[in-house]
């Protein structure tokens, strides 16, 4: 990033290598061979995907978003070299959509780390990713509305103590709560609310290294049964007192809004969108193959139309890719909500073209279809649809938008 740390500072517009290829080849097939048979069940069970994880690690892709220079591969945003990382998120979703989420938690909490921590907090982190296999995630979900039943309120509250902070309270929607080894919490140091329910002009929200493994930290398992992405094991987790030391702090105050980072992340959430709906259509063609179903003239429609979903989809990651790598920040913020809203709807179609052209038995049980359906639609309300494409028509009429949370 440039001094105000708000763009990447990498080589521009880094053209995909032999061996970035060689990467995305070698990560495709260990999905293949190896995660997808898991997928089911990790949901099943509901557990973290940790035989996933060590063997990403032991491959040497855990550090995907490190830069080279700390051991890593040096994709993402902020190294200016974008669409190896994406590509990799729709590998592992084609696989498993909640081994993706979870991985781009990881992913995105590195690329933060490389933009704005200094050089010996990003020694120390990613030596621990690179050498020691350490997961991260990044939680900031405190929702203020209770649903039905809850009795109790999510929110982090910090108090500054010599040294640190003290934390209490606790985080909703914590992926990889019981992978993780480090969790970036963004906290509002004027209480409850995290990242979305920010409020005030000086939006002083502090990024904190959390060691998961401080005794303070707990795991409530209870709240987390979802229909979908059961396997992100996005638990409640709460903070009893757990004191964060000063260099755990990540960048300055308010740096996250500053550098509208939050902008970076939303069509990482796409790539994974695009895997989902590429393993239901490869599913559906064999199948429709297998079924000799090739002359219906219906069903070489829907067909069609799964095959230029796909397409355009990519197209769209690709675009957005480009202007981030080009410094076209403006641009890319704007062209990832799009993105974003494209390719949840390319996806969805996809999904269910396929459910109605091989018909009821792509919902049965061991078919991936059946998974997929549950966990892209849960997936998919991540952020409200509507609100996202609000926020595109704000910024074509020059109204005031957020492109982060999409607030009215």
Not at 12 to 24: F, K
Not at 32 to 40: L, Q, Y
Not at 250 to 262: A, D, K, L, S, T
Not at 283 to 308: E, I, S, W
């Amino acid at each position: 990033m440039t001094g105000d740390r708000d763009h990447p500072t990498g080589p521009a517009c880094a053209p995909a290598s032999e061996g970035d290829g060689a990467v995305l080849d070698a990560v495709a097939k260990l999905a293949e061979d190896s995660f997808a048979p898991r997928a089911e069940e990790y949901d099943r069970r509901a557990v973290f995907p940790a035989e996933d994880f060590d063997d990403l690690f032991s491959g040497g892709f855990l550090g995907a978003a490190v830069p080279r220079e700390y051991g890593g591969l040096g994709y993402g945003p902020q190294q200016r070299n974008t669409l190896p990382l994406w590509e990799m998120t729709t590998a592992l979703a084609k696989a498993d959509l909640s081994l993706a989420r979870c991985w781009e938690g990881h992913a995105n909490s590195l690329v933060l780390i490389d933009a704005l921590a200094p050089p010996e907090q990003k020694r120390r982190w990613f030596a621990g990713v690179v050498e020691e296999g350490e997961i991260w995630g990044a939680w900031s979900g405190e929702p203020q509305a209770p649903k039905p039943g809850e009795s109790h309120r999510f929110g982090t509250t910090s108090t500054p103590v010599s040294g640190g902070w003290i934390l209490r309270g606790s985080k909703a929607f914590a992926t990889s709560a019981t992978g993780a080894r480090w969790a970036i919490l963004l906290v509002d140091p004027a209480g409850p609310g995290g990242a979305r329910h920010t409020q005030g002009a000086d939006r002083k929200l502090l990024l904190l290294a959390c060691d998961l493994s401080d005794p303070s930290v707990t795991v409530d398992s209870s709240w987390w049964d979802p229909i979908g992405m059961r396997a992100t094991v996005s638990h409640v987790v709460r903070f009893e007192d757990t004191f964060v030391p000063r260099e755990h702090l990540i960048g300055r105050p308010g740096g996250y809004f500053e550098g509208h980072w939050q902008t970076a992340f939303i069509p990482h959430y796409a790539a994974s969108f695009l895997g989902g709906a590429l393993a239901a259509y490869a599913y559906g063609l064999a199948y429709l193959k297998r079924q000799d179903k090739g002359g219906d003239p219906h069903v070489q429609q829907r067909v069609g139309a799964m095959a230029v979903n796909i397409d355009t989809a990519r197209l769209w990651l690709r675009h957005v890719a480009a202007l981030w790598d080009e410094g076209r920040l403006d641009e890319a913020r704007i062209a990832g909500n799009r993105a974003w809203h494209v390719i949840e709807h390319l996806a969805e179609e996809t999904v269910h073209h396929v459910i109605r052209a091989c018909g009821a038995r792509s919902l049965i049980r061991p078919s991936p279809v059946e998974r997929i359906l549950r966990d892209l639609t849960f997936y998919e309300l991540h952020d409200n649809d509507d609100h996202v494409l609000a926020t595109i028509g704000r910024a074509v009429l020059g109204e005031q938008h957020d492109l982060s949370f999409h607030k009215p």
